[in-house]
């Protein structure tokens, strides 16, 4: 149906199935609610404030609308009248027969006040609206229109058609569901004055890094299509479209399918839950009283019990009025407080269930008196509503040896009575057990995390200095203390024979005991050259400081975050700046640390007489430890590459590389493969996959549209990532980037009043996002430190299940 064939009235196929007339005497501003009956009928409006002929770009929109409309199954067909004449929005007769107003027109002031005032009443009662490409330049004096539309585009967007890659970020919408997640395709797109993200429900983005967006772009996240209910209706928005050829691709007419669909009350969708507003954090602690860690101590960690509680912990540091001691010959040095603490959300008050004495309680001054040992990680049994079992991963105070600067590190089962929310400190029985060196900090990891096979997994650091080593690759063989090096990540995270800066994987017994599982990266029997050994316990080996660490159990997949060095700027003599790292892990493997970081990009080898003088380059596809401190294998697994990086400089950063596959580490050569990303300050915080369950009856749980999202954020909240990402489930235990990044900062708010030193983040057993604040001072406890609730007020889909057009469709 070509719109040039036709003269300026209706084209329309027979209206005798249109919905009944009005009552007499009914206005523009009474219309009947909703518009539109089960016989669906789309007006598509073409009507455009430049003279001429029609343009090609309409009549292929109007041609593939028609084909739409008489295609797909029966119970999702319409018929289209089409017409340039804007007196149809003065006419509530013919107006009301509408399911849906499509708007494919060149924009300008195409409608006079009343006109304007027509679709404004229309939409009130509860009609549908779809606008195409040009159609947000339309009404250009309409504070209305623009709130209809979503956004208006910027005066000096790219005017060639470029092909650019589409990521649709949501999966479940009808008009995006079908598509691929990383959609190439041909268009003009479209920059935007301002950026609707958050205040309008973003369906997918256009990756600018694909083509040229001009002078006006609007960065990583440039929303191209997106919905809203909007006054009383429903309104959909694409920026594509903007070619002749765009209404030929099968792919695009799907998009506007489910767009149709929706506007016309003929499906319901979720047009809600990426809108900002529609979510509420809510402080459930208030701060300890004076002197006292009642309801929070130095956050360090949280998990949710089945039957809605949190528990949470505090690594050892006290309110910053107490003493710490850091004199080696007193006993007491280092003794600080683990504390668990449980919020019931019955009674909303918080219990100290019990505290450890740890090493812990030691901060600030320079590298040989801050400490991150303590109470570091916590997990309940999947028993646990049966056994009360929790499990801790701690460093006692007792075992440390004062004259050699050694500890023991620890998982230990406790029960907690449910009864009163307390733990019973004497039903420890100790199932893990290694040696750390607490001469010099840092580094302990702590993450800890179940998959659905019974398997315990556990997060522990390199337990190596930052310094020594100019912030680049920890592998410094030189200082010790008593013999044992502090500052040769290759005696830990790069040793098969430690226990540290690894990532263990464990299936712990009824007994207090474990067992290996099948499929760990050792059997602990492997030996070589030198008599090399291995620890069957390890499951991923290179990787520097873990604080946290989560398994998706639909897939059991493992997830990871963990720490970089402190270099700020590459080196073309030691290799990358600083790198914090996240990573999909779906099979034993070797992360690289401290051989290469980010996609196996190698550091420079150091070693004795003289360690300040490089040597050669690691090589990430076959490392060797031939450190003077390494007691296990030299011969190592390849490193598996990891999907996130960033450094100061920005996302992923990547550089050409010689023919030995080595970067150039010229800054200025750098691309930057994630562009959302940045660091700075930076500390990676992994947070959880979400997985939508709707048997949960609570109604502010977070919406199926973040089912299979995974949660990457940092401790800081400036310029660092606090986004939800999709990644390729196919390459993704590979290395493979991902393919889709939205922010979580105004959902998750940012800021000195909000959620500003994220430190662990987990869904719980109601659907709402619990969060822990460190708070504003380092290794104590202050009035910032909190836990945080984070749920969904926007409601269900529309529209509502009664007022679809024709029986509900899926």
């Known amino acids: ?43 598509v409006f073409y009507g455009t404030a430049a003279g001429g ?37 003065t006419d509530a007769t013919r107006l009301g027969r509408f399911n849906s107003v499509v708007f494919l027109t060149g924009g300008g002031d195409v409608l006079d006040p009343d006109q304007e005032a027509g679709l404004e009443t229309y939409m009130e009662a509860g009609g549908g609206f779809v606008g195409v490409h040009d159609a947000a330049r339309a009404e250009p004096y309409s504070d209305w229109f623009t709130g209809l539309v979503g956004a208006r585009p910027a005066a000096s967007s790219p005017t060639a058609v ?58 990583w996240d440039h929303p191209v299509s997106w919905c809203r209910d909007y006054d009383g209706g429903r309104s959909f928005y694409t920026g594509m479209g903007g070619t002749v050829a765009s209404y030929d691709e099968v792919d695009f007419r799907d998009h506007l399918r489910g767009a149709l669909l929706w506007t016309s009350r003929i499906v319901r969708a979720d047009c809600k839950a990426a809108i900002n507003a529609n979510y509420k954090a809510e402080r459930l602690t208030v701060a300890n009283q004076p002197g006292q860690n009642d309801q929070i101590g130095e956050p360090h960690g949280l998990v949710t019990a089945p039957d809605g509680r949190v528990l949470y912990i505090g690594r050892g540091g006290a309110d910053s009025s107490q003493p710490v001691i850091t004199d080696w010959n007193n006993p007491d040095i280092g003794k600080g407080r683990g504390e668990i603490h449980v919020y019931d959300p019955k009674t909303k008050k918080v219990t100290l269930a019990g505290a450890l004495t740890v090493f812990g309680n030691k901060g600030g001054g320079d590298e040989l008196v801050k400490v991150e040992e303590g109470l570091l990680g916590i997990e309940l049994d999947p028993g646990f509503e049966e056994n009360g079992w929790v499990y801790l991963h701690y460093t006692p105070h007792a075992q440390i040896n004062r004259d050699t600067h050694m500890a023991e590190r620890r998982v230990s089962r406790f029960t907690l009575d449910r009864a009163t929310n307390k733990l019973d400190l004497g039903s420890e029985k100790v199932l893990l057990k290694w040696p750390v060196q607490i001469h010099s900090c840092c580094h302990a990891g702590g993450g800890m995390a179940w998959d659905s096979k019974g398997n315990l997994y556990i997060a522990t650091g390199d337990n190596n200095s930052s310094r020594f080593s100019d912030g680049y690759s920890g592998n410094n063989p030189e200082p010790n203390y008593k013999g044992v090096s502090f500052a040769d990540a290759r005696r830990t995270a790069g040793n098969t024979n430690n226990l540290n800066g690894k990532i263990l994987r464990i299936h712990p017994e009824a007994d207090g005991t474990y067992t290996l599982p099948e499929g760990n990266l050792f059997t602990g029997k492997e030996t070589a050259e030198g008599g090399g050994k291995t620890r069957g316990e390890i499951y991923v080996m290179g990787v520097r400081n873990p604080a946290r660490i989560s398994v998706d159990k639909k897939t059991d997949t493992l997830y990871a975050g963990w720490v970089g060095p402190d270099a700020g700027e590459p080196s073309t003599t030691w290799g990358p700046a600083k790198y914090d790292t996240f990573a999909v892990i779906t099979k034993a493997s070797n992360r690289g640390w401290p051989y290469c970081m980010g996609n196996k990009q190698p550091y420079r080898d150091r070693n004795l007489p003289d360690p300040t003088k490089p040597l050669g380059w690691y090589d990430c596809d076959h490392p060797k430890n031939e450190s003077p401190n390494n007691d296990g294998l030299v011969n190592l697994p390849p490193v598996t590459g990891n999907n996130i990086w960033y450094s100061p400089q920005g996302g992923a950063p990547d550089y050409p590389r010689d023919a030995d596959g080595v970067p150039s580490y010229k800054k200025e050569e750098a691309t930057y493969l994630l562009p959302w990303l940045k660091g700075g300050g930076q500390a990676a915080m992994d947070g959880p996959v979400y997985r939508y369950d709707a048997t949960i009856p609570n109604a502010d749980k977070w919406p199926s549209y973040w089912d299979g999202k995974w949660f990457v954020g940092d401790f800081y909240d400036s310029d660092q990532p606090r986004n939800a990402v999709l990644t390729d489930p196919a390459t993704h235990g590979d290395g493979s980037i991902p393919v889709h990044s939205e922010s979580l900062k105004k959902i998750i708010p940012i800021g000195n009043d909000g959620i500003k030193n994220l430190m662990d983040w987990k869904f719980g057993p109601d659907g709402a996002l619990y969060v822990l604040d460190y708070g504003r001072g380092f290794f104590t406890s202050d009035a910032k430190s909190a836990l945080w609730k984070v ?9 509502a299940a009664d007022q679809l057009a024709r029986k509900a469709q899926s």
């Open 1 to 43: 149906m070509a719109a040039g064939a036709v003269a300026a009235g209706l084209l329309s196929g027979p209206t005798a199935s249109a919905r009944p007339a009005p009552e007499p005497g009914l206005t523009t501003m009474s219309l009947p609610s909703p518009p539109g009956g089960a016989n669906v009928k789309v007006l």
């Open 53 to 89: 002929d029609e343009s090609p770009l309409v009549n292929a929109g109007i041609e593939a609308i028609e084909k739409i409309g008489l295609s797909g199954p029966a119970g999702q067909r319409f018929k289209i009248e089409a017409t340039d004449d804007a007196s149809v929005f």
């Open 162 to 219: 470029q092909r650019a890659t589409v990521e649709v970020g949501d999966r479940q919408n009808p008009a995006t569901k079908n598509l691929p997640t990383q959609w190439k395709r041909p268009d003009r797109w479209l920059n935007w004055v301002k950026n609707p993200s958050g205040d309008v429900h973003t369906v997918a983005r256009v990756r600018e890094s694909t083509y040229k967006p001009g002078e006006s772009a609007n960065g």
């Open 791 to 799: 749920t969904y007020t926007g409601g269900a889909a529309t529209p």
